[in-house]
């Protein structure tokens, strides 16, 4: 007991950790237990194979190769997946916090809910795609287990829990994220979200949510679920053409209709989590009345707007933002949004647009600056950027700040 009094007894309250849960690189403690998935360069990659754009953002654990456990280590890890180290729960299965190596690593281990709507294919995209794919952005893989019918992923722990937990149905009590936090969050997604687009084939991710931005102790935001992860079109296709998955509210209204995947189908689900960031509000919420429970619906008026901005935004913040930042934020996430996939910008753009606003708020601090009252900028309103984007490539979206 004394190893996991640490674990309150409520499920979902990710802020009930002690300091020395900070969760540990998995390193050759993990590597020497079991077997790699990756036979070949034993970094997780290979020439030629899928791999990142360069090595400056690699977060340098290539040599986290993931391991197979034993199902009795990570039932011993989780006491029997006890209810009370129950983390959270989600369309794979439950997900517990455990303890390897007698109590030294503390991680986060996903069971598959063998009733459950995805199977064993996502188990399999997942494993593989997180052996490949590093980055500092991007949650780290420990290992796995394939025991019988059972099907494990073991993660690294992220104390903070996901982006979900920290912007919706806020206890009294607890704090909402601030402005800059938030924009720090945007900034490192998209980071993540980067590495996957300009990965060798690409990466098409297809579950961008919030509740899959899991958060360190910092405030860094990594990328999970891989299971419904597509490489992207090659060669002179545009598209890959796929059975629609993914969650309502994010889905991209192409992808939805036809099925027709592509990089921008992303770009469209990281709109709305900018507007779930901006606003507070979920990206689909049944406990709204109608008209209003789909977020793009409900901001869609807004959005058009520029004099309309403020009025969306999460009143959690309390005005405590840079109306000049608002502004650019909102101009991003309306371009993210648009209807015609080719308009919307790459994420390069996107990860461009972000570092620099994410850098203002850091040097003015978010209390300083000018609150939502402060002067609009010269930046281009919705309306202005719809009405030029049939000319609009985006290559160059930093040139309006
Ligand atoms: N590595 C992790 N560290 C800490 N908490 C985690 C980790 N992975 C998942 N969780 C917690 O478990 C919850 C459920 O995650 P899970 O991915 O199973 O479901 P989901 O993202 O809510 O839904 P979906 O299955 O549709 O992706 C997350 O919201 C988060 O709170
Ligand atoms: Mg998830």
Known sequence: MSCFSCMGPRPKDVNDYD???????????????????????????????????????????????????????????????????????????????GRLDSGLQIVAIKQLNLEGLQGNQEFVVEVLMLSLMHHKNLVN?????????????????????SLEYHLFDLEPGRKPLSWKT????????????EYLHKANPPVIYRDLKSSNILLDNEFNPKLSDFGLAKLGPVGDNTHVSTRVMGTYGYCAPEYAMTGKLTLKSDIYSFGV???????????????????????????????????KYVHMVDPMLDGQFSSRCLHHAVAVTAMCLQEQANFRP?????????????????????????????????????????ANSQNRSYENMTAMF
């Open 141 to 161: 893989l420990i290992g796995y287990c394939t025991h019988g019918e059972q099907r494990l992923l073991v993660y690294e722990f992220m104390p903070m829990g």
């Open 19 to 97: 300091e020395d849960m900070v969760p540990r690189s998995s390193n050759s403690a993990v590597h020497a237990r079991g077997k790699s998935i990756d036979s070949g360069s034993g970094n997780g990659r290979k020439d030629g194979s899928l791999k990142g754009k360069g090595t400056g953002e690699s977060n340098n654990q290539n040599n986290n190769v993931a391991c197979s456990f034993a199902f009795k280590e990570l039932a011993t890890a989780t006491q029997n997946f006890r209810e009370a180290n129950l983390i959270g729960e989600g369309g794979f299965g439950s997900v517990y916090k």
């Open 273 to 307: 989590v900018l507007l779930e960031l901006i606003t507070g509000r979920k990206a689909y919420d049944i406990s709204k009345k109608p008209g209003e429970q789909n977020l793009v619906v409900w901001s869609t008026p807004f959005l058009k707007d520029r004099r």
């Open 182 to 193: 938030r924009l720090k969050i945007a900034a490192g997604a998209a980071h993540g979200l």
């Open 346 to 386: 790459s994420i390069t753009d996107i990860v461009t647009a972000l570092d620099y606003l994410l850098a203002q708020a850091q040097n003015a601090g978010t209390n300083r600056g000018g609150s939502h009252s402060a002067k609009h900028s010269a930046l281009p309103s919705s309306e202005e950027f719809n």
